[in-house]
């Protein structure tokens, strides 16, 4: 059963835990995940908040991929983690703040409390009508360099934002208005840099991305709105890797794939998707 976010004792999306906080106990670091659950009171404090400052902190190689740079932590406060490279699947849509339309293996929040509560059950194997041997379950992104004073130079999940909202379909958008959105994007300057920060921080960016656009997609990653810290916001956040040609992706049988960039655009979206009932070949 998953969720991509779970809120915190104040029933804060996203001031919440990842996925990757709740599985600690079944990779070999249920010491780290008791620290985070005591410093938080069991999960009451935000994992940004000053309780959870030390237990954030805490370096877990698991969470990093060996060919990208390390985030530049600091030595305090809220970006003081080396890194996390991987990140779960909320599927093919672009909105993060709409559920009803997060069709991957992993669900995240809402800004509508009354639906949070309606929907508040994780995705089970049974949601995934697709297969997991057919479904994917998570990627890579890359780390940022925090400084949003230039844009860093290559391949990068870095994010643009204060875009407008992109034409078309949010969910399973068209490869045209995706590109003609992407350009809009490529033109913007203002960005976050904090990508790749943390392990416990349940956002695109840092444990979460979506599948509308293929791996290291020649285009920016790109959200609608500003945000602060993370990307808190509707957008699209490609996997991307520092491996020539493509990304690793674990499906949700738990076999591990490499992707090509260059993968049908509409097949990697059926790739993400639980439920499109469409039958997929990626050979």
Request: glycine share 10%; aromatic share 10%.
């Amino acid at each position: 059963m998953w969720a991509y976010i779970y809120r915190n004792g104040q029933n804060d999306a996203w001031q919440g835990y990842s996925a990757f906080t709740m599985i600690l106990p079944f990779i070999e670091q249920d010491a780290v995940y008791q620290q985070v659950r005591t410093a938080s009171q069991t999960f009451f404090f935000g994992w940004n908040s000053g309780q959870v400052e030390v237990a954030r902190s805490a370096r877990l190689g698991t969470f990093q991929c060996p060919s990208d740079s390390r985030f530049p932590a600091t030595a305090t406060g809220r970006e003081n983690n080396t890194g996390c490279n991987y990140g779960v699947s909320f599927g093919s849509t672009l909105l993060w703040t709409n559920i009803n339309e997060q069709n991957g293996m992993f669900r995240g929040p809402t800004d509508d409390i009354t639906l949070a509560r309606q929907m508040s059950r994780e995705v089970t194997f049974a949601d995934v009508r697709d297969g997991l041997s057919n479904t994917l379950m998570l990627s890579e992104h890359l780390s940022g360099n925090n400084n949003t004073g230039s844009l860093m130079v290559g391949q990068s999940s870095e994010v643009r934002r204060n875009s407008a909202a992109p034409s078309g379909p949010t969910q399973f958008p068209s490869q045209a208005d995706l590109e003609a959105w992407g350009q809009q994007c490529a033109e913007i300057t203002d960005h976050l840099s904090s990508n790749g920060n943390h392990w416990i921080a349940p956002l695109p960016t840092q444990t979460a991305l979506n599948t509308v656009a293929p791996p290291n997609w020649r285009f920016p990653n790109c959200q609608w709105g500003p945000s602060g810290y993370a990307s808190d916001r509707n957008g699209l956040y490609a996997p991307r890797s520092r491996h020539p040609g493509g990304v690793n992706a674990a499906l949700g049988d738990a076999s591990v794939r490499f992707i090509s960039e260059t993968v049908d655009f509409q097949t990697f979206q059926r790739l993400g998707a639980r439920d499109s009932g469409v039958a997929i070949q990626l050979d």
